[in-house]
């Protein structure tokens, strides 16, 4: 072996940074690339003084030999050859074809570092210190626990150090290799080979790097079973786990390794024993395999690798040895690794006593480096230590600084909400932009959208049913789920409660011709024919406040012409759904697209406050109808007065009879200063239950992001959030025995008004002619049900709701028509899409990631597009009057309460009551908003009280009866206000504050393209091409009026590095530690491979592949003008 050793040592030569590392021979397959493959990377893309790797491949070591003598005798031109960026060259890398096997395949990585350790008694002992899936966790001193997990922050200079390492270091690429002892004999053969490893301390080496494994988990666990009365480990060494060689050559390397000051490791007699001549093979059958942590399991992805970091300090070197492996197949390495993944990635740093915490640093900057995206993709494809390096390079040019005068490098940063797209790093940056018409784009959303017009007889219908019909099948499938269940209770008492409240205020209204019963029947035909057939069946289909005024004022009419008021609203529904089905036909839900953020969110903030308002409107008319006594220490001066004085003798005193007694016993009443009848406690109890309800609504619906209970169970009580505190206050209620109001509901399954039925005459005693009278009134209907219905859809099918399957503008707007036909033929309410339900049945709905690693925060996915929740939800209010013992015993408090929690919920996310609150705050504490930082305050400030302004006069117009009948067409007023804002805003503001509105006419909007056509072409100086100085990118305009932009001149962050005074000081210590391994150094013969192998067993180990190098070839592009 000392013979070998020598002549590993004296031929031991380093490779270049350009240079493949030794690679296992199983790869057979050899890349070549011809420009064809590399036109593929670079497709439809201009370079500009760049360099494209990969132009020249050399496979003999014959052939690099010249080459390298070609680099040194041409070295002054390749210094003045620019090279390629990093970025590009991570581009490249990224994008190179796979050897088809798959074992260049990108896997999630859990990392985790562990640090040689002195143990109590002297003995070395590889223990846990951090680990990685996302973020970082390390392990709290003297804890015994995790910590929270942050964002790494790491030190420039470990970045630094850790590609120097990287670039002098030892580096083996696809290594066939299945247990760590394997890996650690092809370790330090290389790393002897290249004069890291001096020859001696390949054993002290090898033993450090085999001792045992104690996890943060075995601890624990450990400590739990015994009580902390033993410290033991539970899983025996790697140092006894799967030897390869036998124990003759082995010899007495068995012993573990004790520390001393003179730098040298004696044997443990301990340990001195233990045979290592096992094969780790033998394992799986011995009832020792390594289980690890598999609670810990949950959070690591499917599918993924581990890449192990050991880091620790020895007596016995000199200078810091880092080797860094990739194998070919993952492994599974015995308790090397927390969990039972096996592991692709190895990185050992091992140095000189009194350096641990700059190695422990450099070991974080590797395990930070491998979970980033992208680093992580070049390690799984680099085939050679230049690609590492182009990826560090890569990650020091989109790393960001802190300064270290204004940050302190202990405080943990907290993992961030959302996690912006690596994918930019990832696309080529020099690849030529195509500059998108907006207006287009936007016009082509809006096509998939069926909001343009056809140009035939329901087209947009026919549409619509196309768009539904691959996913209607779906609707159902995906409506099954705990999720769905917690919809549906939440909204079945949301849409119960208006439809009753609507049902008796329009009894009132009309004398009970449609009341309680005939909402309740409304609701089930209504929502479960518009859950089964419409195109968005997220929309909740309830009674609204204008057609209750409408209502109301029809009555009145027909009361005073003594006509029949069922019958004429019949002619009124027919005429009315005969309209709205004309308009199906010509395609006018197209108009829909004028409605944009500023006409919807002033429209669904007057519904949720007209929520709340009702909401603490019904609760102070509970008090008034219970009053409560508030001044009980004053005294009364009450007298009853009997109903018949001459009954009763003169000698009683009627100052001291009280309320129950003069009103049950003399038939009398209370007269007097303050001798009003008080409830106690019913008003009180009523407040409590209400704002109760509310509370808890409002703070179990944010559960699931609190800090208590599993995620699981967090998200469970977030689903069932109103529906606990419904059942928890109605128990409050029930508990107490106060008399509070209940919910009433009809109990038997009849009209309301004894004088009708359940198929209204067409005339009843009418005149013919008020069936042509009735088309006035049905044109005014449809409008209101037009806008009410439309808005609320555009509201639903929000872009920022993420909905897969789209919506149905037409194909709703036909069930509305129909259903409002079948309910003024039965005498029943017309029912339109209800704003604040529709809402709150999307955020019920709302689906968010499950937060598999550790300090990820949840991601909106979208929402859970079902006709389930709507069909059920409506089929239950119809079924109510079966249920009406259970139902009764709900206090009316607590469904106000749900009220006053739906409406404040409503507002949550209307960038119209976010920019209402910013108007009360100082500039220092307003939220970082996206339209703060690129639309001036002032501005910000005058669209909101435009939209405040309307807002108010829509309130105005809606509260007195005599106006608010002219609601709807306030509604339409609303655009035309919004166009007008185009004189007062730059479209740049509107499209960030609004949506940007479409032009009135085609012919004005290719008026305005070819005015800025012309403008552009006249500020073409020439005629072809721009330059922007300021940006460095070359603006190309092409011939179907698009325009191409060529990035110029980027920074080369590799150049910039190697300029740095850290950079050269760290360089420079390197090489002179290790004057063998420079990478500039190439006229020693190197040998690495099995070719140069002196032994069969040394050709076994130093099994590696022929190394392979490529060339940067600079092309360059000059555009030269005509």
């Known amino acids: 072996m ?11 030569a380093a490779t270049s940074p350009d240079e493949e590392p030794p690679r296992d021979p199983g790869l057979s397959q050899h890349h070549s690339y011809t420009n064809e493959d590399l036109e593929g990377h670079r497709a439809h893309s201009i370079y500009v003084g760049v360099h494209v790797p990969g132009a020249h491949r050399r496979r003999s070591r014959h052939h690099r030999h010249r080459h390298h003598h070609h680099r040194n005798s041409t070295k002054e031109d390749s210094e003045n050859r620019p090279v390629t960026p990093p970025s590009q060259r991570v581009q490249f890398i990224l994008g190179e074809d796979d050897d088809g096997d798959g074992t260049h395949n990108s896997h999630p990585l859990f990392s985790e570092m562990e640090t040689l350790t002195e143990m109590e008694g002297g003995e070395l002992e590889w223990k846990e210190t951090a680990r990685w899936v996302k973020f970082e966790e390390d392990v709290e001193e003297g804890g015994e626990r995790w910590s929270k997990p942050h964002v790494a922050t790491l030190s420039l200079h470990s970045l630094f150090e850790l590609r120097s390492f990287l670039l002098n270091g030892t580096v083996i690429l696809d290594m066939d290799a299945t247990s760590l002892d394997q890996i650690a004999d092809l370790v330090l053969d290389n790393m002897i080979n290249q004069g890291q490893l001096p020859v001696e301390g390949r054993e002290k080496f090898r033993d450090a790097l085999l001792r045992k494994h104690k996890h943060l988990y075995e601890k624990q666990k450990h400590s739990k079973e015994n009580g902390n009365m033993s410290r ?21 390397n068995s012993a573990s390794v004790i520390s001393h000051p003179e730098g040298a490791m004696e044997q443990s007699p301990s340990t001195g024993s233990i045979t290592r001549n096992q094969s780790g093979n033998n394992l799986e059958g011995s009832g020792n395999e390594h289980k690890g942590n598999t609670h810990f399991m949950r959070k690591i992805p499917p599918g993924a690798e581990a890449s192990n970091i050991l880091v620790g300090e020895v007596p016995f070197l000199e200078k810091p040895a880092t080797v860094f492996v990739r194998l070919t197949q993952a492994a599974n390495l015995g308790n090397l690794t927390e969990v039972p993944v096996p592991t692709r990635f190895l990185y050992i740093i091992m140095g000189p006593t009194g350096g641990l915490p700059r190695y422990h640093e450099i070991g974080r900057a590797m395990a930070t480096l491998l979970s980033d995206e992208v680093f992580h993709d070049v390690a799984y494809k680099a085939k050679n230590r230049s690609h590492l390096l182009a990826g560090i390079d890569e990650f020091l040019d989109a790393v960001t600084v802190l300064p270290p005068g204004e940050w302190d490098p202990a405080i943990r940063i907290e993992p961030p909400a959302a996690i912006p797209s690596q994918q930019p790093r990832k696309a080529k940056k020099d690849q030529p932009t195509v500059v998108i018409d907006e207006e287009e784009e936007e016009r082509r959303i809006r096509e998939e959208a069926g909001l343009t017009r056809t140009g035939r007889l329901f087209g947009g219908f026919i549409n619509d049913l196309k768009r539904k019909k691959p996913w209607y099948l779906s609707d159902f499938v995906d409506g099954v789920s705990i999720q769905s269940v917690a919809s549906f209770f939440f909204l079945y008492f949301a849409c119960l409660t208006p439809i009753i409240t609507f049902g ?26 518009y859950g089964f057939f419409s195109g968005q069946p997220l929309t909740i289909l309830g009674s609204t406040g204008p057609v209750l005024v409408f209502e109301s004022i029809l009555y009145e009419f027909c009361k005073s012409m003594a006509w029949n008021y069922l019958s004429f609203r019949l002619w009124i529904g027919l005429w009315c759904g005969a309209i709205l089905l004309i308009l199906v036909a010509v395609d006018a839900s197209a108009f829909v697209c004028y409605i944009t953020r500023f006409t919807e969110e002033n429209f669904a903030t007057l519904i949720a406050f007209i929520f709340i308002y009702k909401a603490v409107e019904k609760v102070v008319k509970i008090g008034s109808k219970y009053p409560m006594e508030t001044k009980v220490d004053l005294p009364k001066n009450c007298t009853c007065e009997p109903g018949e004085p001459e009954l009763w003798p003169d000698n009683v005193n009627w100052t001291i009879v009280d309320w129950h007694e003069c009103h049950d016993i003399y038939n009398g009443t209370l007269v007097g200063d303050r001798c009003a009848h008080y409830y106690p406690d019913v008003y009180l109890l009523s407040l409590i239950l209400f704002f109760g309800t509310f509370l808890v609504s409002f703070y179990l619906k944010n559960f699931k992001t609190a800090t208590f209970f599993p995620t699981k169970v967090r998200q469970f009580i977030s689903d069932f959030a109103v529906i606990i505190a419904i059942i928890s206050m109605s128990g409050l209620d029930f508990a107490v025995g106060i008399h509070t109001p209940k919910l009433e509901v009809p109990g038997n399954f009849a009209p309301t008004w004894e004088g009708r039925g359940w198929l209204i005459p067409p005339f009843n005693h009418n005149p013919w002619w008020s069936a042509l009278v009735a088309l006035v009134p049905a044109l005014l209907a449809c409008i209101l049900i037009f806008m009410d219905q439309q808005i609320t859809a555009v509201i639903v099918n929000r872009k920022e709701h993420k909905l897969k399957k789209g919506g149905g503008y037409h194909l709703d707007l036909f069930i509305v028509a129909v259903l409002i036909i079948i309910n003024s033929i039965m005498g029943l309410p017309w029912f339109v899409a209800a704003t604040v339900l529709s809402i709150n049945h999307v955020n019920s709905l709302k689906l968010e990631s499950e937060c598999a690693a550790p300090g990820e925060k949840p991601r909106f996915l979208g929402v859970r597009e079902n006709r389930l929740t709507h069909i059920f939800i409506f089929a239950f209010i119809g079924l109510s009057v079966v249920m009406t013992p259970i139902l009764r015993k709900i206090p009316m408090p607590v469904l106000f309460g749900v009220f006053l929690y739906m409406g404040i919920a409503a507002l949550k996310g209307l960038q119209f009551f976010d920019r209402i609150l910013i108007m009360f705050m100082p500039v220092k504490y307003q939220p970082d908003y996206a339209f703060l930082r690129q639309v001036p305050l002032k501005k910000i400030h005058l669209f909101t009280l435009i939209q405040l302004a309307c807002l108010a006069c829509l309130w105005i117009i809606k509260s007195f009866s005599q106006t608010s009948i002219l609601f709807p067409l306030m509604l339409v007023v609303m655009i035309g206000i919004r166009k007008m804002l185009d004189w007062v805003f730059t479209q740049r503001e509107l499209k960030i504050l609004d949506d940007t509105l479409p032009e009135f006419s085609r012919k004005k909007r290719l008026e305005s393209e070819e005015q800025a056509n012309d403008d552009e072409d006249d500020g073409d100086v020439d005629g072809n091409l721009k330059k922007s100085p300021t940006d460095g990118v070359m603006t190309i305009p092409l011939a179907n009026g698009n325009v191409m932009k060529v990035p110029m001149n980027p920074i080369n962050i590799s150049e910039e590095v190697n300029k740095s005074g850290v950079w050269k000081d760290i360089n420079q210590d390197q090489e002179k530690n290790n004057p063998l391994n420079s990478p500039t150094k190439n006229n020693t013969k190197k040998r690495g491979t099995k070719k140069d192998a002196l032994n069969e067993d040394e050709k076994k180990r130093l099994s590696m592949m022929a190394e392979e190098e490529e060339e940067d070839e600079g092309i360059t592009i000059k555009v030269m003008k005509p």
């Open 232 to 252: 033991l480990p539970l899983i025996r060494s790697l140092a006894e786990i799967g030897r390869n060689h036998s124990s003759s050559k082995s010899g007495n």
């Open 2 to 12: 000392g013979k070998n050793s020598k002549k590993m040592e004296g031929g031991g």
């Open 504 to 529: 008796g205020l329009l009894g009132e209204a009309t004398e009970n011709r449609i009341a309680a019963m005939e909402s309740l029947v409304a609701g089930l035909i209504c929502g479960v024919v």
